[in-house]
């Protein structure tokens, strides 16, 4: 869809998920004309019964703010990095893609474990990556700051740091 078209109708467009892939595995956004590379806040939706994976920037220009929250929340999917099989499906089967994750997230024996993750069973890099997630967040939703942004790499670190000695009880 290109961006001359302008956002499109609400009913016809819906956000399902937004997630962060790893920088190492970028993939291209899907928008007509775009080509760019996109690993932060990959945006998959579903317009016409048809999936498109799209960057941040893109999914704002062509779908304005007709775009509501997505339907499998952010919070669920904080600490989830996706494997090499996962971005592959992502691309070559994204109706399938988001039926693993509506399966995987959204499944009640689960809800528990969502909300209080069992922290010691996650790798170091699992729990930075979850922490890292956890203060962008709150940056966005409490202090109303993009931690995307230069300036505030330093600070969100340093949070996201200190959360992680916290939630692996290293008091130092």
Request: charged share 30%; proline share 6%; aromatic share 8%.
């Amino acid at each position: 869809m290109p961006y001359s078209k302008g956002p499109v109708m609400e009913q016809q467009a819906e956000l399902l998920l937004v997630i962060e892939i790893p920088e190492s595995k970028k993939i291209l956004c899907q928008a007509d004309g775009c080509g760019h590379s996109v690993y932060r806040r990959v945006h998959v939706v579903r317009e016409s019964g048809k999936y498109f994976v799209y960057g941040e920037d893109c999914a704002g220009k062509i779908f304005g703010k007709s775009l509501k929250k997505p339907l499998i929340p952010q919070e669920r999917l904080n600490g989830y990095i996706p494997s090499s099989k996962d971005i592959e499906q992502l691309l070559n089967n994204t109706r399938e893609f988001v039926s693993n994750i509506e399966k995987q997230f959204t499944k009640p024996e689960i809800e528990d474990s969502l909300e209080t993750p069992n922290f010691s069973k996650m790798s170091d890099a699992e729990l930075q990556k979850f922490c890292l997630n956890q203060v962008k967040d709150e940056f966005r939703k409490e202090k109303k700051l993009d931690p995307d942004l230069p300036g505030w790499a330093g600070w969100v670190n340093s949070d996201a740091k200190a959360l992680f000695k916290k939630l692996r009880g290293d008091s130092s």
